[in-house]
């Protein structure tokens, strides 16, 4: 595919009638494979011998949580296009990820605090990893407030796109903060390829299953908001024209 190919689905028009055929695909493999990955590793996986059945909320709290840092790091590269290109699909887009990402950033706290209760007696502590995505939740708030502060979309889009330039320092922070600061309490990444950190074969089949699910999840659900988006801006548009039309 071409790089100007690539482009032309900046175009609304473009972009609609490509996920009208592409969404429907997405959405019923999100499904499948969130019912497959979370069934499969509830109830179809052992209990851990030092953390008993608690270890089966990394079904839902690792695929969360990585989405939570990918979400902001798709909205970054959505930003950087449209303050390099103007392409308001991509400003859309950001705008349409934000509140998914928002979303599966409470779901990884809420599990990482249910997860970390047991284990580390309490429901939360200042912990580098769990501080910076604490702070990434606030960013999160605090983009999707700005878009709706602002009424001309294009100032928006702009002031948007500087705040997620400024954000992505801690989704990148959330993602490394372990390897930054080892007094951490949080345990390091549940998928390492470092010797002795390797999960073993059975919990980690079905936690690739609800990756690839929350991925899909995530990329459905964005789809569909950046659909409603265009839809919501066009309109915007003729109410506008209405309006010049009659005064």
């Given amino acids: 595919m071409s790089r100007n190919s690539l482009w032309e689905y900046a175009n609304p028009r473009k972009f609609l009638q490509t996920t009208d055929i592409v969404l429907p695909w997405v959405a019923w493999l999100a499904a499948v494979t969130l019912v497959v990955g979370l069934v499969w590793g509830f ?26 840092i990918n979400a902001w790091l798709m909205m970054l590269v959505c930003s950087l296009i449209w303050i390099i290109r103007r392409h308001h ?35 939360w502590v200042w912990d580098p990893r769990l501080t910076s995505f604490l702070i990434l939740f606030l960013f999160y708030l605090g983009y999707i407030a700005l878009w709706e502060a ?26 490394y903060a372990v ?33 690839t699910a929350f991925a899909l999840l995530f990329i459905a659900l964005v789809l569909v908001r950046t659909r409603t988006e265009i839809r919501a801006r066009r309109m915007r548009a003729l109410l506008a024209r209405e309006r010049m039309g009659q005064a």
């Avoid at 705008?95 to 007696?121: C, D, E, K, N, Y």
């Fill in 43 to 68: 109830f179809f996986t052992p209990d851990d011998y030092r953390q008993g059945a608690t270890v089966k909320i990394v079904y839902l709290h690792v695929p969360a949580a990585l989405m939570a």
């Fill in 89 to 123: 699909v991509s400003a859309l887009a950001a705008r349409a990820a934000a509140p998914v990402g928002m979303v599966m950033t409470v779901i990884a706290l809420l599990t990482g605090a249910i997860w970390g209760q047991p284990i580390w007696g309490t429901w």
């Fill in 150 to 175: 602002i009424e001309n979309d294009d100032t928006a889009a702009d002031l948007t796109s500087i705040l997620c330039l400024v954000g992505s320092v801690f989704a990148l922070l959330s993602r």
């Fill in 179 to 211: 390897n930054f600061w080892n007094q951490g309490l949080h345990q390091g990444a549940s998928l390492s390829v470092a010797p002795g950190e390797r999960m073993a074969m059975t919990f980690k089949l079905p936690l690739y299953v609800s990756m």
